[in-house]
């Protein structure tokens, strides 16, 4: 395995003595060097520690993607504590959850990233925050603290086995968990990625970074970044045509997406909302959160053939898991390759718990490097997906709860879910998270969630509620519901009102019933 920092404070000054006044972060028309940005993350954590902040204490970060974002979560990480990003999507309910799941020492947050709240106060109200930004807050709120001078010793250094972030991420069931990743696992993610053989990246690299920051997969590219000495710049976009815009003005050599990206620069290159020249300055793209579409894949590759197409894998358990090399890809488009160095993928089968050899279809079972410390105060949770290793020994892996193949080349394919998780534009969706956002409603009784393949965006999800099918203006009530309450990823596609949904022998709604009282599961 590649040389990795011990912890996430080493990385970083690592990487600002390399850099120095270089530019290293650009957001709008903002860039910082790397010694900018090292002194701002340090000022910012030791004003942490002296507002109050303990090893340990978790800070909650609720901000629009960009410096304040980045350099507010690397700071309570180096500061000791637990950083805990929350997803630029999400609504009041899933903010109030993940603020009273992980009981924060703060919140820090800015007035624009409040304005998409219904009720700020009652979100916030009954936690510390921390405001960014000059705009008043609609709750009370202090500045965050900083130390304006930063000395070598101030902060010591984390333990590389200490904590680090808390990333919340839905599981088949109930609401969001949070995910415990410490400092060596991050720091070592980031070597593997950016290690020659697999994106081989250096101070020539230029990062457009479009994920959020709280996503696994987006927090991977800025800590890549540090460790290679790329440029970051992080942006949003709104269609391929401002996707165009950004391309063209930073000129990148590395762009990561989901499926649903893909299939958004394909339709822009077919349209001409994109064109060859936009992607001239790439080297690579990778690809995570699901199978890119062949159509897409074979455009992209047509258009853009200069550039290296990695295929991924990760779950948020394990940080990241596989890739399949760039000179595989237009041999085997729907492979997401082999294990990373350091860590071994194992298939079990599902009935009997055998570990599969050779050519086999079973869950995917990562082993090795990278795994996680498990869900924040959920041990039940825990241990039913981190597991002793099935070929024995004391080590712990991680059982995905998806089904894979492999073939006689060791390379893996997805097939499915072996729970009810769905996958929706790569993030992961409870089906009774989606439910819970139109539970008691007026009218409604039951409610059963369930996902139809959508294509490059992974599920399509189905909503279906026990109630009166005469009544013409449910269907629409629902869909404004679900629109007020939960993230744009998880909106129903089809609503269906029933006077009763079907139940198997155990009493439980009868998924595969249900499917043909509401045959709406096409990928038109």
């Not at 729970?419 to 009774?432: E, F, I, M, N, T």
């Amino acid at each position: 395995m590649p040389d990795a920092a011990p912890d996430l404070l080493s990385l970083l000054r690592a990487a600002a003595a390399r850099g120095g006044d270089a530019p290293f972060f650009a957001a709008g028309d903002t860039v910082l060097t790397w010694r900018q940005f090292q002194q701002r993350v340090e000022q910012v954590a030791l004003g942490l520690r002296a507002a109050g902040l303990q090893p340990g204490d978790r800070l909650g970060v609720l901000l629009p993607r960009g410096h304040d974002e980045a350099i507010t979560l690397l700071a309570a990480a180096v500061a000791g504590g637990i950083a805990v990003p929350i997803h630029a999507r999400l609504k009041d309910d899933q903010v109030q959850h993940v603020l009273a799941d992980c009981e924060p020492f703060a919140l820090v947050t800015s007035a624009v990233r409040l304005l998409a709240l219904r009720d700020p106060a009652a979100v916030c109200g009954r936690h510390r925050v921390f405001a960014i930004g000059e705009a008043a807050l609609p709750v009370r709120s202090e500045p965050l603290p900083q130390h304006h001078t930063v000395s070598a010793d101030a902060l010591p250094l984390p333990a590389p086995r200490q904590p680090a972030v808390l990333l919340y991420s839905s599981g088949s069931t109930g609401l969001a968990k949070g995910i415990v990743q410490d400092h060596h696992n991050l720091c070592l993610g980031a070597a593997i990625i950016a290690a020659p053989g697999y994106l081989g990246l250096g101070p020539g690299d230029h990062i457009l970074a479009l994920l959020p920051f709280g996503f696994d997969y987006g927090l991977n590219q800025l800590l890549s970044a540090l460790h290679s000495g790329a440029r970051l710049t992080a942006a949003d976009h709104l269609g391929a045509g401002e996707l165009a815009q950004l391309l063209r003005r930073h000129q990148p050599t590395g762009l990561a997406g989901v499926p649903s990206l893909w299939h958004e620069v394909a339709a822009g290159l077919q349209s001409g909302a994109l064109t060859a020249a936009d992607g001239r300055s790439l080297r690579y793209v990778t690809n995570s959160g699901g199978a890119l579409r062949r159509a897409d894949a074979a455009l992209l590759r047509e258009r853009w053939p200069q550039v290296q197409v990695f295929a991924m894998y990760g779950l948020t358990e394990a940080f990241r898991s596989a890739f399949l090399p760039p000179a595989e890809f237009d041999a085997f488009p729907d492979s997401f390759g082999r294990a990373l160095p350091g860590v071994e993928l194992l298939l079990v089968a599902t009935d009997t718990g055998q570990v599969l050899d050779g050519p086999a279809t079973g869950e995917l079972v990562h082993a090795g490097a990278l795994i996680a410390h498990g869900y924040w105060r959920r041990p039940e949770a825990t241990s039913a997906r981190f597991r002793p290793d099935p070929r024995g020994g004391g080590d712990r892996v991680v059982y995905s709860g998806d089904i894979v193949r492999r073939d006689d080349g060791g390379r893996h394919y997805f097939v499915g879910r072996a729970d009810r998780l769905l996958k929706v534009q790569g993030h992961r969706v409870s089906p009774d998270e989606v439910a819970a956002g139109v539970a008691g409603m007026p009218g409604v009784g039951e409610v059963a969630v369930f996902g139809c393949d959508g294509g490059a965006d992974g599920h399509r999800i189905v909503l279906v509620v026990a109630g009166d099918p005469a009544d013409t203006d449910l269907p629409g009530q629902l869909q404004r519901r679900c629109r007020s309450r939960l993230p744009s990823y998880m909106q129903p596609w089809r609503v269906a009102v029933l006077a009763a949904l079907p139940h198997n022998a155990n009493g439980k709604v009868d998924e595969s019933a249900l499917r043909a009282l509401v045959p709406v599961c096409t990928t038109n």
